[in-house]
């Protein structure tokens, strides 16, 4: 078997025994917290036959490893349950709030990844003049900044001001794709700020490591062009890292914008499992978890494989 | 856990039911001087859609109306549902689906008769059969119905001709206001099983259901009442963050906006193109002791604790002016049958004395508060805890969080901040939380006189003699009981300009909910 495909399949298979690991912690996190899910769906309307009733419907009755593989089978085969406050397949409503984070999500990323590449290359270009000192300070204090705070300031000259942009980013089906972009502006100005200093920091000190070596001096004494050598000679060697720190960062916008979410009224998959974690609606706390789970094991499993495949000496072995 | 569902939907239901008249801001003046006269000038303008930005929504809301418990839910009922009478602003009875009402003397029996050529958003017609499987809905446990406390008086109900027959357990002369209740909202008996189809009978019907995100409804085509309803369509987003909803009303994405934050209503009010407007309503920040825990089992404490409360200082401080001044009772002059008592005030040598009286050990005492337990209740409690201290009582303040606020520490720990929402008579008021066996007693008050004259009240037809009873109910909790009550609060909401015919309606927040009925679009 060539080497690269044998590294592949055993990142895909850690990811999976990742992914089945974090399946137990959720689960067992979810029963350990307080509260009995018969108790808090019967409420104070409770008596001990309906509760008996509910806990053997529930099948909160069988044994916890049971219950763990019946549900495990069940999200496998993409059935999440249903939501014990108001009754919704958790699939169908949880797959319109990941849509609308994917899509919050990519829209940043499609922003920030090239800026954030182009800008770190810059910095490298420009190493200790004045293009270097802007560009980190400005993305410095943008990362800085709590993202609520940009978030409001955003609203406040884009929206209320300005009005240039609305400060609702309420999307919703059917809604025509230039009114979604137009909807989701501000988030996505506020995300890229806020991503966007981490990924250039990091490209231009993967770039700037690289820049030590030998084979860049010979380039240098070839005659090529500074910008030049950073593109073609040592951003390919600086890949690795910087793929990295971005898969990071988009699991990032996937899983940690709730605050985001909340200040721009997002529909995203956040606020979502905010307001069941606040009903212990444990089933759709479950789902949630899994999804974030998966994304971000694959997101670092996708990391991985390029950091793999963008390295010469795996991928041609002697 | 469900206890503390409802109760923190009442919680919810507090900062909606703020309450005070008016308050003498400028910019709140030059915004009623803008108002109120083109409201009553004007023929209202039919047509177009109403957006409203409301805190109090999440994604787990249904639109049963049996189960709704935070704003956006109360608005949902309020715009698809007519209940079978309402209370109007100035507190008197309005006939809605029911026609007229009428009692038995005992106000034991009471007869509801049905209005004709009522129709639902299916097509069908409002019988007085759908108005029974509605109201049996309710009293049905496993509805986990908001109104199942009100409906649990009820010994027996039906159907004669035109007229629904509900009959009591007891005497109550204020069941007409308690059928007003917001989740009593008439559904057609084919709905009962799934009572979360949406099917009402109001002015508006369902278009797009997105719990916690949107909401969006059009004109009901046969609505009965050709007064009210005057939009194309009506649109609520669910905005619970404070700042974004505030952001929305300023850039005109929104008309209205629900519960804004005493703090920057004066500011928000210098905004163009939009008012705040604030209405007086029977909600109250507290602070409460449990009667029969030590060291509040002993009266002059209790008193002298209330003794050291600044409450002027308080509504001042806590609610800008928007608010008015609590005095220990949960009845303020919203009620039908107010009759005021005293204004106790802050009185640190008084205070000092009666805690020297009560002997009580000098001992920090432990007062628990979290964020959530009222808007600014953390910092009403460093307010206390330095008003105290200069009487010479030591208050120890010892956050919560918020998260299990409502299950662990009221209603369990003995001194703790909390908020009441109030209820519509001082009937219901007083049995929630006063009457010695009810579940949300918190402050353990348990006086056999007070809950005779309770059920005494409750029966007594005669106007007068029932004023003078709740005078003495209301003294009774104000001298001895282990309630302290600094301030009630106002509904605080604010309307663009293009929004007419806005009425002051504090029954319950946004005009009662009334606001897409009521108003037009200029």
């Known amino acids: 078997m060539h080497p690269v495909l044998k590294l592949l399949v055993q990142r895909i298979a850690l990811g999976l025994i990742l992914l089945l690991a974090a399946s137990v912690l959720i689960f067992v996190g979810t029963q350990i917290l307080p509260g009995d899910v018969a108790q808090s769906i019967l409420g104070q309307g409770a008596t001990p036959e309906t509760l008996a009733n509910l806990r053997a419907e529930l099948g909160l009755n069988d044994p916890p490893l049971t219950r763990y593989l019946n549900w495990l089978f069940a999200a496998l085969q993409g059935d999440l349950g249903t939501a014990l406050t108001n009754g919704q397949d958790i699939a169908s409503s949880m797959g319109k709030r990941l849509g609308n984070t994917l899509f919050l999500a990519v829209c940043a990323a499609v922003v920030a990844v090239p800026l954030a590449i182009v800008l770190g290359l810059i910095a490298v270009r420009y190493q200790g003049r004045w293009p270097d000192r802007v560009i980190s300070t400005i993305t410095l204090a943008t990362v800085s900044v709590p993202e609520f705070l940009l978030g409001y300031i955003a609203i406040f000259v884009l929206s209320v001001q300005f009005r240039v942009f609305p400060s609702l980013a309420t999307v919703y089906d059917g809604m025509p794709f230039m009114d979604r972009l137009d909807a989701i502006a501000l988030p996505v100005i506020v995300l890229v700020l806020v991503v966007l200093g981490h990924m250039m920091r990091m490209t231009r000190a993967a770039i700037l490591n690289v820049m030590e070596s030998a084979y860049v001096e010979t380039a240098e004494l070839k005659g090529l062009r500074k910008f030049t050598i950073i593109a073609r000679h040592a951003l390919p060697n600086a890949i690795a890292p910087v793929v990295n720190v971005v898969m990071l960062n988009l699991a990032y916008l996937v899983v940690g914008v709730v605050v985001v979410e909340v200040v721009f009224v997002y529909p995203g998959m956040g606020q979502y499992l905010v307001d069941h974690v606040s009903k212990r609606d444990v089933p759709v706390v479950q789902a949630c978890g899994l999804v974030f789970a998966a994304v971000y094991i694959g997101l670092n499993l996708v990391a991985d494989i390029i950091s793999i495949l963008s390295n010469p000496r795996l991928r041609h072995p002697k | ?522």
């Not at chain 2, 007062?367 to 120890?396: H, M, N, T």
């Open chain 2, 1 to 522: 856990m469900k206890d503390d569902l409802a109760k923190l939907i009442d919680r919810i239901d507090a900062a909606r039911l703020n309450r005070r008249g008016f308050v003498g801001g400028a910019a709140a003046v030059g915004a009623l001087a803008t108002f109120g006269a083109p409201a009553f000038a004007a023929d209202p303008v039919k047509g177009g859609i109403l957006k409203m930005g409301l805190g109090g929504g999440e994604s787990t809301n249904s639109l049963d109306p049996a189960v709704a418990a935070s704003q956006v839910p109360f608005h949902i009922c309020r715009i698809l549902g007519e209940p079978l009478v309402d209370v109007a602003a100035d507190g008197t009875l309005e006939m809605r689906i029911a026609e007229a009402v009428e009692s038995s003397p005992d106000a034991v029996v009471w007869r509801f008769t049905i209005r004709k050529g009522v129709k639902f958003h299916n097509g069908a017609e409002l019988t007085p059969a759908d108005v029974l499987a509605t109201l049996e809905r309710h009293s049905n446990k496993d509805s986990s119905s908001g109104a199942f406390g009100i409906m649990e008086g009820i010994a027996s109900m039906r159907v004669d001709g035109d007229v629904v027959e509900v009959t009591l357990a007891d005497g109550n002369a204020d069941l007409p206001y308690l059928m007003s209740d917001y989740h009593l909202q008439m559904q057609p008996a084919s709905s009962v099983a799934t009572p979360d189809d949406g099917i009402g009978c109001g002015a508006y019907k369902v278009v797009v259901n997105e719990p916690g995100v949107r909401h969006t409804f059009e004109k009901h085509a046969d609505f009965w009442d050709t007064t009210r309803g005057h939009y194309d369509g009506v649109e609520l987003t669910v905005i619970n963050d404070t700042t974004a909803r505030m952001a929305a009303i300023q850039s005109g994405q929104v008309h209205i906006a629900n519960r804004v934050d005493p703090k920057i209503a004066k500011l928000l009010a210098r905004a163009p193109g939009l008012s705040v407007q604030n209405v007086s309503g029977r909600g109250h920040y507290i602070f409460i002791m449990h009667c029969d825990t030590a060291p509040f089992d002993n009266a002059d404490l209790r008193n002298a604790l209330k003794l050291a409360i600044n409450r002027e200082e308080m509504l001042d401080k806590i609610l800008d002016g928007y608010g008015s001044l609590g005095n220990d009772t949960p009845i303020n002059s919203s009620y039908p049958l107010f009759t005021a008592l005293d204004q106790r005030s802050y009185d640190p040598t008084a205070a000092a004395e009666l805690y020297k009286k009560s002997g009580h050990d000098g001992t920090p005492i432990i007062l628990r508060v979290a964020e959530g337990a009222f808007p600014g209740a953390v910092d009403a409690a460093a307010l206390f805890q330095q008003s105290a201290a200069a009487a010479g009582i030591p208050l120890e303040i010892k956050r919560e969080p918020n998260d299990g606020y409502w299950s662990e520490v009221w209603n369990k720990q003995p001194f703790c901040a909390s908020y009441w929402g109030g209820r519509p008579v001082q009937d219901q008021m007083f049995s929630t939380a006063y009457m010695s066996t009810a579940d949300w007693n918190d402050t353990r008050f348990k006086r056999p006189d007070f809950d005779a004259l309770l059920l005494q009240a409750r029966a007594e037809l005669d106007t007068a003699k029932r004023t003078e009873m709740y005078a003495t109910l209301s003294k009774m909790v104000h001298d001895d009981g282990g309630l302290i009550c600094p301030m009630f609060n106002d509904f605080v909401e604010a309307v663009g300009e293009k929004v007419q015919g806005w009425e002051k309606n504090g029954v319950q927040e946004v005009m009662n909910g009334l606001a897409p009925h009521k108003t037009w679009l200029a």
